[in-house]
């Protein structure tokens, strides 16, 4: 019967350490949100592009084309980070009528520390 306890025993302790030593994944992953705007107060209904995240410290890219209306989100490395945005949006005018711009959207700098982290960021129309 001794050598049952003991068994138990080892096995508990086993148990402790490798949940003790485990580490959580949202210690260093973040999910990152941006949204774009244009001029500050009209959110565009769809946008079509790719966000390039580029992690300042390990030059790291990360791609995505996965748009919901005007917001992409993704899990990152938490971490300083470079966004570049490119591609087309569409939005009701003034007019109510649907105008669609070419347009590129970036930061030199973005902290994704917090989970989940949210910015914004304004579109550039080219045409």
């Known amino acids: 019967m001794t050598r049952h306890i003991t068994f138990l025993f080892i096995g508990i302790i086993t148990l402790g350490l490798i949940t003790a030593c485990h580490k ?15 001029d500050g107060n009209t959110n565009p ?5 790719q966000a390039v995240f580029t992690n300042i410290n390990s030059r790291k890219e990360t791609a995505s084309a996965e748009f919901t209306g005007n917001t992409i989100t993704l899990e990152l490395l938490k971490g ?6 490119e591609g087309v ?3 009701h005018d003034e007019n109510g009528s649907t105008a669609m711009h070419q347009f590129r959207a970036q ?4 902290e994704f520390m917090q989970n989940p982290t949210a910015i914004t960021l ?3 129309l080219l045409d």
């Open 107 to 110: 930061t030199d700098y973005a």
């Open 24 to 38: 959580e994944e949202d210690d260093i992953f973040t999910t990152a949100s941006v949204s774009i705007t244009i």
């Open 45 to 49: 209904e769809r946008v079509q592009g």
């Open 89 to 91: 949006l569409s939005y």
């Open 122 to 124: 304004k579109a550039i």
């Open 80 to 85: 300083p980070y470079l966004v570049s945005i």
